[in-house]
């Protein structure tokens, strides 16, 4: 800021702000609280280790495994530990009750002697401890990962992946195991003479999926016993499209023989414009139950209405949205829906829940803070511009916790007199405390039980089936092109994964998938 205004932010090893120290010109000009440093990065060496709040804190020191790779004596150039605070800590700061007490999270980085990651510790939000070890081939591929995990109590949860490749430095094989039970070959995986992938195999070979290519190698078919779709391009029924759009699409899920599809239309720019279900193998049954429809969009892309149609009751199909969409700019304003009928079962449909000129409110960084139509009177977000509180009319209200990297680690619905947590740490999922769901690379383990849950999905990566590991169909979900939930759907809410593989939460009809960086309204598009 020139040469008489300078500022210094100095590392002197002290327990405050992580061991930094600021000073200068500029410092006798603020006022309030001293500068809040969310994320603090340390290189080259551990000495941050002896300096800060670490150094009575042995689990962090490095530890032998015997089977990975050891650790080297030297990090030069190398990101050596981490620290972050919660994104709480900045409302705290904001509000002024903020002090230096506020507790960091901390990760420590080894390597081995060629610079790999050899281990990585951290404590997470829970009061536990993560520890991860991996081992490498020559080539810099991980062969082996095993992580341990202590989270609200005591309890040592452990989890290991190996690996292995083909010629080629693909991946044929990843092989699970939970504590110290049975490994559990997850994929398997085999290519075709051109790298492409032509078949997968979950849980020691049970369950089959097979894809299929058309010469340009776009995916045209996936085969499996739970999940079959086909993919038309330039041929089908539909309107021939040369460029990669899809003409048309059938699948049939779970148990189920019915075949379903869409035919698909767009505009000169490629935009959607039109999805007509059909059922039947050459898509001539049962037509328009579940249409979607663009009709139109603006100069900016933003879409200027919605029609959709469903299940209205429970032999009954029609029109369930007729929407149409006003903005200012680029933001939503208002949404009204002319179409009488609601949707039947657990499908989705837009709830017109007010009718005014403006029902949609923002702050001043463009984040949405009312949905009348929801019935949301507040949202509050943090430094991050990510959601951090939806306050509902009836009192209900739903909150959020984040790392200072935007990772999601709590959330709390408050329905009523209903109080649930959800934690995420790491790959582990902890409702109220106790460990239910441990994530893997193909679904994931309900830990009451030990049982593994493989998710089945279509070309765009949508769960479609959700198959356990003696093949029995636990879930069936079935799609609009924009992501909502077709009525027909054989939910059984075994998980929350659905759109994308992203996480659904319907509570309190909120009806939104977390996509890290922004939720999203699958029915609005």
């Known amino acids: 800021s020139g040469l008489s205004n300078w500022y210094v932010c100095q590392y002197v090893g002290s327990t405050e702000y992580g061991g930094y120290q600021f000073s200068g010109s500029l410092m006798a000009g603020l006022v309030g609280p001293k500068p809040l440093v969310q994320v603090i ?25 015997e089977g990975f790779a050891a650790t ?41 002697d060629r610079g790999r990651l050899s281990q990585t510790v951290s404590d997470n939000h829970l009061g536990g401890m993560d520890r991860d070890f991996f081992s490498y ?21 452990s989890d290991s992946y190996t690996y292995e490749y083909d010629h080629a430095e693909r991946l044929v094989k990843a092989l699970h195991r939970l ?49 079959e779709q086909v993919l038309h391009y330039t041929d089908g029924t539909g309107i021939p499209y040369y460029n990669g759009n899809i003409s048309s699409m059938v699948w049939k899920s779970g148990e189920d023989d019915i075949m379903r599809g869409y035919h698909f239309t767009y505009d000169n720019l490629n935009r959607l414009t039109n999805a007509v279900y059909e059922e039947g193998s050459v898509l001539v049954q049962n037509q328009n139950r579940f249409n979607e429809q663009v009709t139109g969009y603006d100069k900016m892309s933003n879409i200027l209405g919605i029609k959709r149609s469903g299940q209205t009751s429970s032999t009954g199909y029609g029109l369930i949205d007729d929407l149409a969409m006003s ?28 009718n005014k000129e403006a029902e949609y409110e923002y702050d001043e960084n463009g984040n949405m803070t009312k949905d009348l139509n929801k019935k949301i009177l507040n949202i509050q977000y943090n430094c991050l511009n990510l959601p951090s509180r939806i306050e509902f009319e009836n009192g209900h209200v739903i909150s959020y916790l984040y790392d200072a990297d935007g990772i999601k680690l709590r959330t709390t619905h408050i329905i009523g007199s209903d109080t649930t947590v959800t934690d995420y740490c790491g790959n582990v999922i902890y409702e109220n405390g106790i460990p239910v769901k441990l994530l893997t ?24 089936v959700v198959v356990d590991q003696s093949g029995n169909v636990e879930e069936v979900n079935h799609y609009y092109p ?32 977390d996509y890290g960086a922004r939720m999203y309204d699958a029915a609005l598009g």
């Not at 941050?48 to 032998?64: C, K, P, V, W």
């Not at 690379?441 to 479609?464: C, I, M, P």
Request: aromatic fraction near 16%.
């Open 137 to 157: 081939d020559f080539n810099g591929n991980a062969l082996r990962h095993l992580h341990r995990q202590t989270g609200a109590g005591n309890e040592i949860l």
């Open 327 to 354: 903005y200012n700019g680029n933001q939503l304003k208002s949404v009204s829906d002319r179409a009488t009928n609601s949707v039947y079962g657990n499908g989705f449909d837009f709830k017109d829940g007010v």
């Open 72 to 112: 080297s004596s030297g990090a030069k150039g190398m990101l050596t530990g981490i620290a972050k605070l919660h994104t709480d800590a900045y409302d705290q700061y904001r509000n002024g009750e903020y002090g230096v007490d506020s507790p960091y999270n901390y990760s420590v980085m080894y390597y081995d």
């Open 179 to 227: 504590g110290d039970a049975q490994e559990v070959i997850l994929i398997d995986n085999v290519y075709d003479d051109l790298g492409r992938l032509s078949r997968k195999t979950f849980h020691n070979g049970l369950l089959n999926t097979s894809y299929s290519y058309n010469i340009r190698s776009w995916l045209t078919g996936i085969t499996g016993s739970s999940f």
């Open 441 to 464: 690379e193909a679904g994931y383990v309900t830990l009451a039980d030990s049982k593994y849950h493989y998710f089945v999905q279509d070309h765009l990566g949508n769960n479609r």
């Open 482 to 513: 924009f992501g909502g939930l077709l009525s027909s759907s054989v939910s059984n809410a075994v998980q929350p994964y659905k759109y994308n593989g992203k996480e659904l939460d319907r509570k309190n009809g909120l009806d939104w998938y």
């Open 41 to 65: 990065n340390y290189y080259d060496n551990y000495d941050f280790m002896y300096r800060t709040d670490l150094s009575a804190r042995d689990e962090f020191r490095y530890t032998h495994e």
